[in-house]
């Protein structure tokens, strides 16, 4: 990561999908086969949007997924499905920008710890770029 914004952008962006995919999830255990409403649907798309912007290359879930088409609304087990790898790949990203400083797990930007605290890591990335 480049700057303290676009460690915020991924705090939010893990948030949003860990919350989401909860809140879907219950509706899937209930009727894994209906069609999400249009509603969550769009809130659902924006934020893949986020997720497809901030989780590049090697990070992104699906090389060629944007978004969710409207007029087919995808089922509540589909939606989880998705959800679910964009929530990895975040956590993968997330683990690969932190390190440990001054005895505290610290954000990484542009390659150096910052004061911003951070969780341990809880995914092995591999090569950092």
Known sequence: MKTREEVE?????IVQLEGMH?????????SPNDGLNLFKL?????VIATGNDILQG???????FEQFEEEALPSNSDVTM???QYMEQA?????????????SWR???D????????KPPTKVGGVKK
């Open 58 to 64: 090697r990070y992104r879930p699906f090389d060629h």
């Open 111 to 118: 390659g150096k710890p910052t004061d911003i605290d951070a």
């Open 91 to 103: 956590e993968r990203f997330r683990s690969d920008n932190v390190a440990i400083h001054a005895h």
């Open 82 to 84: 998705i959800l679910a």
């Open 42 to 46: 769009k809130l659902v798309n924006k």
């Open 107 to 109: 954000y990484l930007v």
């Open 22 to 30: 909860s809140e879907i999830t219950q509706l899937a255990k209930k």
């Open 9 to 13: 952008r991924l705090e939010k962006l």
